[in-house]
Nanobody, 125 residues
Framework: QLQVVESGGGLVQAGGSLRLSCTAS????????IGWFRQAPGKGREGVSC????????NVADSVKGRFTISRDTAKSAVFLQMNHLQPEDTATYYC??????????????????WGQGTQVTVSS
């Protein structure tokens, strides 16, 4: 059973940056698609960005395009979400999720089978 572990959340002022990390306890992230999702209080969970394993194809939500970057480090078996120019509307619990590799990825909740517990990101104005 894969256990997904996120880290790197915290409190930051608007305009600041954070880098979230995703690893899998007892396993490698190789050969899986990895997605980052977020859920703000009172809202549904939305896809933020994802990366396929083969070829490193990525997908980024319009709301974060140009500010957030997803990357994979196969040597560390980790996936990162670099978040720059953070805004108060980015405040949410951020989740990492693991899905089957298809050579591409989509930001759909149903495409992912294993989810982490989430890490809180709070952006103050």
């Amino acid at each position: 059973q894969l256990q997904v572990v996120e880290s790197g959340g915290g409190l930051v002022q608007a305009g600041g940056s954070l880098r979230l990390s995703c690893t899998a306890s007892g396993s490698t992230l190789d050969y899986y698609a990895i997605g980052w999702f977020r859920q703000a209080p009172g809202k549904g969970r939305e896809g933020v960005s994802c990366v396929a394993f083969t070829g490193g194809s990525t997908n980024v939500a319009d709301s974060v395009k140009g500010r957030f970057t997803i990357s994979r480090d196969t040597a560390k078996s980790a996936v990162f979400l670099q978040m720059n120019h953070l805004q108060p509307e980015d405040t949410a619990t951020y989740y990492c999720a693991i899905g089957h590799e298809r050579g591409w990825c989509l930001l759909r909740n149903d495409d992912y089978d294993y989810w982490g517990q989430g890490t809180q990101v709070t952006v103050s104005s």
